[in-house]
């Protein structure tokens, strides 16, 4: 069965050596007269690609004021800071100037600045309606949000981290210089790819398994990955495989990959609990936790665990004992983390075993208290989170 689909993904991609070269005409092309620059930490004014950024705005006649100290996890607090200095600045466009934390801040203020109530009502089912026009500068190749319409952001208060979604936030366009990922520390790439291949490997494993040229892109996608993963943690500055992960993380998250099938993205929800409450990198989080989810759902789905372990992992396929073939694709993919330096469990992320105490409180914030269920292939309540926890200890 193939399920109807829409694909609707209307961001600019502007994607080489040369390509910060454009930010003021991109800026000027969407009508932008004052930006708000927002970024990180320090990383960005150290590189020099803030003052990149300020002359080419300067140099194209567009005002600007700036905006940073976006930590990962991207919090509330930071955002009502933005909407409260677009506001008061006249701020018509933003540009943010990082990875995946920069960018669903920047669409959080965005959706907050058209707003008139409180931005956390988009995160408690007020659907958004509009959002300032936003463009990206991309320095960290990871959640793939310059391509998509999601937006995850953490209440300061009981640390709660929720996703929304809407095409309203979608960037106008995106500037992708490999080279700006030549300086990431490895364990922020190895986090980023493991990120990136889970965007795919959410919307693979699905139950619709008729789309066989969606498979065929999702499954070299991730072997890409894979490989080029592998390749930039001994060569950091191997041009090549650094523009094939660049690239592919915007394709992982801009519903490509999506095309006929349906996401499921229940290890991303039961990882927001985890990076919310213990403040760990969300590539990293999934690594943990995805081997554990694999084997919780697989024998319901055999088939699937098969073709992932064969097309992608390269696992011998032994038609006898597909079982079998199911469990080597799972434990190549924990080989895989391991070289890259990920975690393939709790301990392993945590350098503790997690209480039964902490790992109820994950299931119930996930499950909002019992209310909703997360997944799709596989349909996760709270007490089914909380043995996908379990098992990830």
């Known amino acids: 069965m193939i399920k109807d689909f829409n694909f609707y993904a209307p ?13 003021g005409e991109l800026v000027k092309s969407c009508g932008g007269r004052k930006v708000l620059i927002h970024y990180g930490g320090g990383s960005a004014e150290r590189s020099g690609l803030l003052q990149v950024v300020r002359e080419q705005l300067t140099a194209a006649g567009i005002a600007f004021c700036e905006l940073g100290g976006v930590v990962p996890n991207p919090l509330l607090s930071k955002v009502y800071e933005g909407i409260e200095l677009c506001r008061r600045e006249g701020v018509d466009f933003i540009l943010a100037v990082g990875g995946g934390s920069v960018i669903d801040s920047s669409k959080a203020i965005g959706y907050g600045v058209c707003y008139d109530g409180d931005v956390w009502d988009f995160w408690c089912g007020t659907v958004p309606q509009q959002c300032l026009p936003i463009g990206v500068v991309l320095t960290i190749p990871a959640a793939g949000s310059e391509m998509s319409s999601s ?18 936030c979608r960037c106008r366009f995106a500037v992708m210089n490999p080279e700006r990922t030549y300086t990431l520390p490895p364990y922020q790439t190895a986090a980023g790819a493991t990120d990136i291949m889970m965007h795919t490997m959410e919307r693979y494993f699905s139950k619709y398994e008729d789309m066989t040229l969606t498979d065929a892109i999702s499954e070299a996608l991730l072997r890409t990955v894979k490989d080029a993963a592998l390749v930039v943690m001994e060569h950091p500055e191997d041009y090549r495989h650094r523009a094939q992960i660049m690239w592919a993380g915007s394709l992982a998250h801009n519903d490509l990959t999506e095309c006929g099938t349906e ?10 609990e985890l990076s919310a409450l213990f403040g760990v990198t969300h590539g990293a989080g999934l690594a943990a936790l995805w081997p554990s989810w694999a084997r919780y759902v697989k024998d319901r789905h055999l088939s699937r665990f098969v073709q992932f372990a064969v097309n992608v ?18 434990r190549a993919m924990e080989d895989f983390y391991r070289r890259i330096g990920m975690p393939t469990n709790l301990r392993e992320l945590l350098g503790r075993e997690v209480t039964d105490e902490e790992i109820e409180l994950m299931a119930d914030k996930c499950s909002r208290g019992g209310t909703i269920t997360v997944g799709a292939m596989e349909v996760l309540g709270r007490d089914q989170m909380r043995e996908v ?3 990830a200890r």
């Open 263 to 272: 996401k499921d993205f229940g290890t991303h929800r039961l990882e927001h």
């Open 389 to 391: 926890y379990r098992l």
């Open 313 to 330: 992992m390269g696992v011998p396929n032994d038609f006898a004992h597909p079982d079998e073939t199911a469990e080597r694709g799972i």
């Open 11 to 23: 961001t600019r991609v502007v994607f080489g050596r040369d390509a910060e070269s454009k930010i």
């Open 151 to 168: 937006c995850v952001i953490t209440k300061d208060e009981g640390l709660l981290k929720r996703g929304v979604n809407s095409d309203a």
